[in-house]
């Protein structure tokens, strides 16, 4: 199943506290609990700035967009992903 990062707008979420950060977490999985999560998986999210930047795994982008709607989460961009590399794809690349 396709990888996703998904880019959102929230003015202040570097801001928000443990407490509201966990009301959007407990928002997001209360989505996934309905016909939606079938397949679907939220990895994790990163805040920073006014930005949260999010990892799913899902059959499709609508299956992503279906869930920010249902979950009224802002949506800039939802872009596949196409390739993950870290420090130890520098370690495949030797001779």
Same mark, same amino acid.
């Given at each position: ?11 202040? /979420?570097? #801001? &928000?506290? +443990?407490?509201? &950060?966990?009301?959007? !977490? %407990? %928002? $997001?999985? $209360? =989505?996934? +609990? *309905?016909?939606?999560? #079938?397949?679907?998986?939220? =990895? +994790?999210?990163?805040?920073? *700035?006014?930005?949260?930047?999010? =990892?799913?795994?899902?059959? #499709?982008?609508? !299956?992503?967009? @279906?869930? /920010?709607?249902?979950? @009224?989460?802002?949506?800039? $961009? =939802?872009? @596949?992903?196409? /390739? ?6 520098? @370690?495949?690349?030797?001779?």
């Amino acid at each position: 199943m396709p990888k996703y990062i998904i880019e959102r707008t929230v003015p202040g /979420a570097g #801001n &928000l506290s +443990q407490d509201e &950060l966990r009301e959007v !977490a %407990k %928002k $997001s999985c $209360s =989505v996934l +609990q *309905g016909d939606i999560g #079938n397949g679907y998986h939220w =990895v +994790q999210s990163y805040v920073a *700035g006014d930005k949260i930047y999010c =990892v799913h795994i899902a059959p #499709n982008e609508e !299956a992503i967009r @279906e869930h /920010a709607r249902r979950g @009224e989460f802002p949506t800039d $961009s =939802v872009t @596949e992903v196409s /390739a993950v590399i870290d420090a130890t794809t520098a @370690e495949g690349a030797r001779a």
